[in-house]
């Protein structure tokens, strides 16, 4: 074990090593191939369900991958070392290379969980796989005093070998390597790597930080890696990116408390997130925190600067898919699906990429690219209860019932969570009769008498049954946030303001009335002050911007939490 700490300090203290194999990548001259081929034998590679991947899945992948910019996969290296406990060490050194191409060198670079998943004899397919241009694999060896770090950058397209390399150096020669690197890259590519560190972190500490990494996002799920991260934090207080995955994993965690516990929650994470920011100002998951913990509703003004803050940030983070998430809240769709198709084509295997990309295509009114990519979460997740919600609405606006009976049986056995609603939606939508839309809007008149509250998602889809007059009523009377209650809506996406935007429900929209609604939940003064309006602005047939003007002074619903 003390063998393995001496290995840990020094992966954790020599980033410069690490440097240098980044330069020596940039200075090799990548170019771009397309992406998006290979996803079927992806998923039948690592064991996946394969059945829901389409043709016209993979041709749209294809379509949105147009660049001359280079596309890296960064494998993870390969454990030669006797010890099976190394392999953390040798993720570790793939990760911070990842880290600093993303950002120091301002290459695009796959994301880490999608290329991780490609080991062993996987790793011969990963440029058709992940669809990059190069690919940059290695290995690490330890013996005595001694490590021995080899790595190579292959062409995807032609497998000509651009550069290759290995280093081996002393434990006890750090700051030499150091300096002896650092001089390289300057004389390289006349910059420095300004990214965060991990130096002087424990290797067994550091194992802990690599192992938090969700997956389905459940709750209890996120509470584990919660706990685990404040170990970290404790043990590692300069460690950057465990403060920063503690407060972005924290927030995300809140979205499942009690309204009434979040404001301390809050407070929790803005410390965690600062904490990240002193150490590293452009780290993303961090500033995604913030965001995260920004009430749903009236205050996007304050929230759009942090958005813009994360924008202009390099390299990547987890956090960064929440980008084109936030911007729907917005209204701001279309921009909402290029960035979120760019951070997918990143991650194309990482869950929560593929879960966002289907939500910004579906609000664009691309169902049916969309379904693909739920199918495949709600097959290979299944803890993820995000995407059968989602697919049974996708599927209910493509009126294939047998396939929503299908997943109503699933949601029986899995539960739905915070997304109850979805089911009789779906039923009225299904069958419209009179019967059934009535027993919507005693729905919608029930929660609204016990409650004193209405989430606008139930108000968007009481519009889109045919219920608009009913549904402007309902805003007149009702509250839009949460009362501090159980009846109250947990999740991620609880009193957003995204399905007032979405393509396929347009009737909410289509109403001069909207602006009002608007105007109370803050988005009318976030849109006059920014002058960053949503797409509807071009598309509803009454002159919008002059509606927003006449109701700009109607006062802000206070959210309440």
């Known amino acids: 074990m003390e063998s393995l700490r001496e290995i840990g300090r020094w992966i954790a203290e020599n980033e410069s090593l690490l440097s240098g194999i980044v330069a020596l990548v940039v200075l090799a001259g990548l170019i771009v191939s397309p992406i998006g081929k290979g996803l079927r034998r992806t998923y039948a590679k690592l064991g996946k369900s394969s059945s829901s991947l389409s043709s016209s899945e993979a041709s749209a992948s294809i379509r949105t991958a147009a660049s001359d910019e280079p596309l890296l996969a960064v494998l993870a290296f ?103 690197i650092s001089e390289n890259i300057a004389r390289a590519l006349d910059q420095t790597f300004s990214v965060g560190s991990t130096r002087n972190v424990d290797p067994a500490v550091y194992d802990l930080y690599l192992r938090a990494s969700p997956k389905s996002y459940a709750p209890d799920e996120l509470r584990g890696y919660v706990s685990q991260l404040e170990t970290v934090t404790q043990r590692a207080p300069i460690f950057v990116e465990a403060w920063s995955r503690l407060a972005y994993l924290r927030a995300f965690l809140s979205f499942y408390q009690p309204f009434a516990e979040r404001a301390a929650t809050s407070g929790i994470v803005s410390q965690e997130a600062d904490r990240a920011l002193a150490l590293d100002p452009q780290n993303v998951d961090a500033m995604v925190a913030k965001i995260f913990v920004v009430p749903p509703f009236g205050h996007f003004v304050e929230a759009d600067g942090i958005l813009e ?125 009179p019967e059934n839309i009535d027993s919507w809007k005693r729905g919608l008149q029930t929660q609204i008498a016990e409650t004193g509250g209405v989430d606008v998602s139930r108000l968007v889809y009481s519009a889109h049954l045919g219920l608009v007059d009913e549904a402007y009523r309902a805003i007149d009377t009702a509250r839009l946030g949460p009362a501090g209650t159980g009846d109250d809506i947990m999740g991620p996406d609880a009193y957003r303001t995204s399905l007032l935007f979405q393509a396929g429900m347009p009737e909410i929209r289509n109403d001069p009335r909207f602006a009002r609604l608007c105007a109370r939940l803050g988005l009318v003064e976030y849109w006059m002050t920014t002058d960053k309006w949503p797409d509807c602005a071009d598309e509803v047939p009454y002159d919008f911007k002059v509606e927003c003007a006449k109701v700009q002074d109607t006062p802000k619903e206070d959210f309440g939490f």
């Not at 080899?150 to 032609?158: I, K, N, T």
């Open 78 to 180: 390969e454990n030669l070392s006797s010890d099976p406990e190394m392999q953390f060490f040798s993720d570790g050194v793939s990760e911070e290379i990842i880290q600093r191409l993303s950002r120091g060198a301002h290459l695009k670079v796959i994301g880490r969980t999608s290329s991780f998943q490609l080991r062993a004899e996987q790793k011969a397919e990963a440029a058709q796989v992940l669809g990059c241009s190069h690919v940059l694999d290695g290995s690490v060896r330890r013996a005595a005093g001694r490590v021995r770090i080899s790595a190579h950058l292959v062409e995807a397209s032609s497998q000509t070998t651009l550069w290759s390399d290995r280093y081996d150096r002393s434990l006890e020669d750090i700051f030499t390597v150091q300096d002896e």
């Open 309 to 433: 803050r994360i924008r202009r940030a390099p390299g990547s983070g987890d956090g960064r898919r929440y980008i084109g998430w936030y911007l729907r809240t917005m209204g701001r769709v279309r921009e909402s699906l290029e960035d979120t198709e760019h951070t997918y084509r990143l991650d194309s295997l990482d869950p929560m990429s593929a879960n966002t990309v289907a939500l910004a295509r579906m609000a664009a009114g691309r169902v049916a690219e969309a379904i693909p990519i739920y199918e495949d979460l709600v097959a290979r997740v299944p803890d993820m209860s995000f995407p059968v919600s989602s697919l049974l609405r996708a599927y209910a606006f493509q009126q294939d019932w047998a396939a929503v009976d299908r997943l109503l049986a699933l949601a029986e056995k899995r539960g739905m969570r915070e997304f109850q609603d979805t089911m009789p939606f779906v039923q009225a939508k299904r069958d419209p009769t």
